[in-house]
T-cell receptor, first 113, second 116 residues
Framework: SQQGEEDPQALSIQEGENATMNCSYK?????LQWYRQNSGRGLVHLIL?????REKHSGRLRVTLDTSKKSSSLLITASRAADTASYFC?????????????FGTGTKLQVIP | DAGVIQSPRHEVTEMGQEVTLRCKPI?????LFWYRQTMMRGLELLIY????????DSGMPEDRFSAKMPNASFSTLKIQPSEPRDSAVYFC??????????????FGEGSWLTVV
């Protein structure tokens, strides 16, 4: 089964509001990344957080990681209509001797102008 | 750099036909991934290569699927024979290093496959 599960599955907010998405995973990880996917396009990397880090910032993005709870959150502040997209967490870990990157189920964000 | 290049972007084929998807990774990237995305199952890793060698193909659904990487700049994913349940978006992606490094994975724009 997939390593990451995102919550909520869909989120609709007004422009200017903050958007928070959560990701839960099942096994120990080495790192966690967040990606964005616009409709009909490939995924684009947003931010990386390593297992020994608790919080990272990049522009309007803030990511937290709680390894004890096996969860991460992505906060987008002051959202814009252009932030409308699906957001995925991706966990990097070892399984069966292989390095793996597994993507979550995604949160579909709609920002209403 | 042009990024990861995939072809074809769209393909509609009849059940039973052979489908070949192509990928050119970013130059210098040692890792190449094939993912499949569907509404039901999300984004699934099918196989990945390191330095042109298949490392983990545990995600390949069945023997109808095969992937090759004859050189550092080219990979194919083949489905033979194709079935309607193979309809999905197939992404090729590449990265400098493996999962534990946390390197960014760069995705192509995907190949949208419809099997009728």
């Amino acid at each position: 089964s997939q390593q990451g599960e995102e919550d909520p599955q869909a989120l609709s907010i007004q422009e200017g509001e903050n958007a928070t998405m959560n990701c839960s995973y099942k096994t120990s990880i080495n790192n966690l990344q967040w990606y964005r996917q616009n409709s009909g396009r490939g995924l684009v990397h947003l931010i990386l957080i390593r297992s020994n880090e608790r919080e990272k910032h990049s522009g309007r993005l803030r990511v937290t990681l709680d390894t004890s709870k096996k969860s991460s959150s992505l906060l987008i502040t002051a959202s814009r209509a252009a932030d409308t997209a699906s957001y995925f967490c991706a966990t990097g870990y070892i399984s069966g001797g292989y390095q793996k990157v597994t993507f979550g189920t995604g949160t579909k964000l709609q920002v209403i102008p | 750099d042009a990024g990861v290049i995939q072809s074809p972007r769209h393909e509609v084929t009849e059940m039973g036909q052979e489908v070949t998807l192509r990928c050119k990774p970013i130059s210098g990237h040692d890792y190449l991934f094939w993912y499949r995305q569907t509404m039901m199952r999300g984004l699934e890793l099918l196989i990945y290569f390191n330095n042109n060698v298949p490392i983990d193909d545990s995600g390949m659904p069945e023997d109808r699927f095969s992937a090759k990487m004859p050189n550092a700049s080219f990979s194919t994913l083949k489905i033979q024979p194709s079935e309607p349940r193979d309809s999905a978006v197939y992404f090729c992606a590449s990265s400098l290093q493996g999962a534990l490094s946390g390197n960014t994975i760069y995705f192509g724009e995907g190949s949208w496959l419809t099997v009728v």
